[in-house]
T-cell receptor, first 114, second 116 residues
């Protein structure tokens, strides 16, 4: 079984600044994926970034990057040059390879201050 | 990316009635789809795994007779909330993964159910 922990219920950041959202996970699987999803007020789940556990290189998508520490089972998300549109709930998620569901953390609500 | 469509997006019903929510994968086949429930300001909780051509697998604590799941084709799964009560009011989201892809799950738009 997988568990995902997000220890920051709420975070805020000034526009154009950088913020890091924390996530730790636990799994007994050797092959798994990690994800960050964004959920704006529309409630649509939007993939922000994903990381295959077998890859050592940290994933990067434009202003979004992760710090993947496999031994520590840590998967934090860094948002650079924060924009007002980044305000949303952010969920960290994990799932083993194969037809398996995502297990989500409790989420972090990010506010962006103009 | 792949598209998952969910319908209806909003539904209001009276207590005791049944409501069906559809989840369709529009441009890929999905032998497995997942149904989640989300309470306000909470995370997504897995309800069940929908398997094409076979019975769904329900998570502990989820009543299979209350939440009927049918996955009759490779592109459609349905969730029927039977004899709905106000406590069933929630946001229901489906997701699916293409058989060929990078491990990502794609989500429907979600369905907000309100039981009066």
């Amino acid at each position: 079984a997988q568990t995902v922990t997000q220890s920051q219920p709420e975070m805020s950041v000034q526009e154009a600044e950088t913020v890091t959202l924390s996530c730790t996970y636990d799994t007994s699987e050797s092959d798994y994926y990690l994800f960050w999803y964004k959920q704006p007020p529309s409630r649509q789940m939007i993939l922000v970034i994903r990381q295959e556990a077998y890859k050592q290189q940290n994933a990067t998508e434009n202003r979004f990057s992760v710090n993947f520490q496999k031994a520590a089972k840590s998967f934090s998300l860094k948002i650079s040059d924060s924009q007002l549109g980044d305000a949303a709930m952010y969920f960290c998620a994990c799932r083993p390879s194969g037809n398996t569901p995502l297990v989500f953390g409790k989420g972090t609500r990010l506010s962006v201050i103009a | 990316g792949a598209v998952v469509s969910q319908h209806p997006s909003r539904v209001i019903c009276k207590s005791g009635t049944s409501v069906k929510i559809e989840c369709r994968s529009l441009d890929f086949q999905a032998t497995t789809m997942f149904w989640y429930r989300q309470f306000p300001k909470k995370s997504l909780m897995l309800m069940a795994t929908s398997n094409e051509g076979s019975k769904a697998t329900y998570e502990q604590g989820v009543e299979k007779d209350k939440f009927l799941i049918n996955h009759a084709s490779l592109t459609l799964s349905t969730l029927t909330v039977t004899s709905a009560h106000p406590e069933d009011s929630s946001f229901y989201i489906c997701s699916a993964r293409p058989s060929i892809g990078g491990g990502e799950l794609f989500f429907g738009e979600g369905s907000r159910l309100t039981v009066l």
